[in-house]
C-alpha cells in the first residue's frame, strides 16, 4: 500500500457548526460531490463507534453510481472520526478550532486502482464542496 493521501481545508465556522454540517444527512447531500455534474442523493450516518455510513454518489446523467460505505471505529465528539471503507482502508478527519474558524483534515489509505493524485484532487474537490457549503449555509 502506498503513503497516505491528507487534505484539508479551513471553513470561516465554529467548530460546532462544521461538525453539524459534516456528519447530518441533511447537509451531506448537499455538498459531497467533486464537480456540479456528480451529486449525492442519499446518506446515512450512524455517528458512532460500529456505526455504519453510507453515501450514494451519482453521475447527474445517471451513467455511474456507487455506494461509499465505512464503519466507524471511533467517533470523538467535534474533535475527531476514524472509519474502516469496506474494502479495508482507514480515513480519518479531524476538527481543530482556529480562532472561530475550522481546519478539517483528512487522511486516508488511498486505493490501489486509481492514481494517487487524481483520489487526492477528488477527495480534496469533496472537502472544498463542503468548505463552500459550510460558509454558505
Known amino acids: 500500500m502506498s503513503e497516505v493521501i491528507t487534505i484539508e481545508a479551513v471553513a470561516n465556522r465554529a467548530r460546532s457548526d462544521v461538525w453539524k454540517m459534516f456528519n447530518a444527512p441533511e447537509h451531506i447531500t448537499q455538498w459531497n460531490f467533486a464537480s456540479d455534474d456528480w ?3 442519499r446518506a446515512e450516518n450512524d455517528l458512532r463507534a460500529g456505526g455504519r455510513l453510507c453515501y450514494r454518489m451519482e453521475a447527474r446523467d445517471g451513467s455511474f ?3 461509499f460505505e465505512a464503519i466507524y471505529d471511533q467517533v470523538a ?3 475527531r472520526l476514524k472509519y474502516t471503507l469496506t474494502d479495508g482502508r482507514k480515513v480519518e478527519t479531524s476538527f481543530e478550532d482556529l480562532d472561530g474558524k475550522t481546519r478539517v483534515r483528512t487522511v486516508f489509505d488511498p486505493d490501489s486502482e486509481n492514481p494517487v493524485e487524481m483520489q487526492r484532487m477528488g477527495w480534496q474537490a469533496i472537502l472544498d464542496n463542503f ?3 459550510a460558509e454558505s449555509t
Do not use: L
Request: a positive charge; proline letters at 8%; aromatic letters at 8%.
Open 39 to 41: 451529486r449525492c442523493p
Open 65 to 67: 453510481g456507487f455506494d
Open 77 to 79: 465528539h467535534e474533535r
Open 131 to 133: 468548505k463552500k457549503h
